[in-house]
């Protein structure tokens, strides 16, 4: 009985091992975008200017990938620039740097939420501007940006959290 346990404990760990993705440091570029659906409502104002949509959806078969809040910081350190801009640039890189992990890109995201400190025009106008840089196809995703007193750590300006989604 023992071996027949053995056996079938090492045919699982077997299946399972080689069930993984092992190619998960090379990104690909974005297959799903072509099922990605944005709409603007014409009874609704054009937000593209604004970098987002007022919604986005998925017509193909596949699984979510929803990404904890990505905060500004800088390396494994974690360093938080005193910079506004620069919090929202390693914000976005850090948000990239888990999709690219799932061989997914910017164009696989369908919604995402923005949380700043002390929210002003002026930081919405960098966000916009950040957000229009690594949206070059400006088919932006659905977004949700939430003024907050703060977050979760001293010096952190901004976290942005995400839901994308893989094509089966």
């Known amino acids: 009985m023992k071996s027949l346990v053995l056996n079938l404990s090492t045919l699982c760990v077997g299946f399972l091992a080689f069930s993984q993705n092992t190619n998960h440091h090379k990104p690909k570029k974005a297959t799903n975008l072509a099922a990605v659906v944005h709409k603007n409502p ?7 200017p604004f970098a987002f949509s007022h919604a986005t959806t998925n017509e ?3 699984k979510y ?3 904890s809040g990505q905060s500004g910081g800088e390396g494994l350190e974690h360093h938080l620039s005193k910079d506004f801009r620069t919090q929202v640039k390693f914000s976005l890189k850090n948000l990239e740097t ?5 061989q997914l890109g910017v164009n696989d995201v369908l919604k995402i939420t923005v949380l700043i400190v002390d929210h002003d025009q002026e930081k919405l106008k960098i966000w916009t501007e950040e957000m229009q840089k690594i949206w070059k196809n400006k088919k932006f995703p659905a977004s949700t940006l939430i003024p907050v007193p703060r977050l979760a750590l001293d010096d952190m300006m901004i976290e942005v959290d995400a839901v994308a989604f ?3």
């Open 166 to 168: 893989i094509k089966k």
């Open 98 to 102: 888990v999709l690219a992990d799932y």
């Open 60 to 62: 193909v078969e596949g």
């Open 42 to 48: 014409k009874g609704l104002f054009d937000p593209a």
């Open 65 to 67: 990938v929803f990404i």
